[in-house]
């Protein structure tokens, strides 16, 4: 298998796009600025709605463009949700702070879109839908991610990517362990709470 897509997918994940629009939004390193996580949720509420919207269509770019190298590098699903898994590993573990990113749901979000339009969309409704009832936006993505796989089988049918998309909502989730318990305690910000 062609490596050189997986490489590129990682370096690419791993352009903190948060960190830039926080900086640049309000002069703000995010890290260290309401809930400290490099995300579009975070840039929100510290440096204002722009930054935030940048933000995420950044982040959903570059899981796109790396699930695209795939293809472009002549291989397969295969290739595709392993460059688009490597963004997202970029973008969680980034090289340019110290492997501390964010959680990946904007940069998974644009890796299926590629590859499974109508699933993510389905993905994306199950969030829309319980961010607005709760305001909870982790609540929304943890329940976006969960439903993804089985959209992806239902509307695919393709094995290799139900299973990428299971791994990367693995580890989407896992990287929402804390947001578990401060919902659990009644301490998870809402969406529109300002840092």
């Excluded at 699903?77 to 990946?104: N, R, T």
């Amino acid at each position: 298998m062609t490596v050189w897509p997986l490489v590129v997918g990682y370096v690419l994940g791993s352009v903190p796009f948060a960190y830039v629009a926080g900086r640049i939004g309000r002069g703000v390193d995010i890290r260290r600025a309401g809930s400290g996580n490099v995300g579009a949720t975070n840039v929100l509420r510290t440096a204002g709605v722009w930054p935030a919207v940048a933000t995420t269509v950044l982040d959903i770019g570059k899981g796109t463009a790396a699930a695209w190298l795939g293809f472009v590098a002549g291989g397969g699903p295969e290739l595709a949700v392993a460059s688009g898994a490597a963004a997202v590993l970029g973008h969680v573990f980034p090289i340019w702070l110290g492997l501390k990113g964010g959680k990946g749901v904007a940069t998974a979000f644009g890796v299926f879109a590629l590859l499974a339009p109508l699933a993510t969309a389905l993905a994306a409704g199950v969030f829309v839908a319980t961010v607005w009832a709760s305001r909870y936006v982790s609540l929304g993505s943890m329940l976006g991610l969960v439903a993804l796989p089985p959209a992806v089988w239902w509307t695919t049918g393709n094995g290799v990517v139900t299973a990428g998309s299971a791994a990367v909502a693995v580890l989407v989730l896992l990287r929402h362990r804390g947001n578990v318990l401060r919902l659990r305690a009644g301490a998870e910000r809402h969406l529109g709470d300002r840092a």
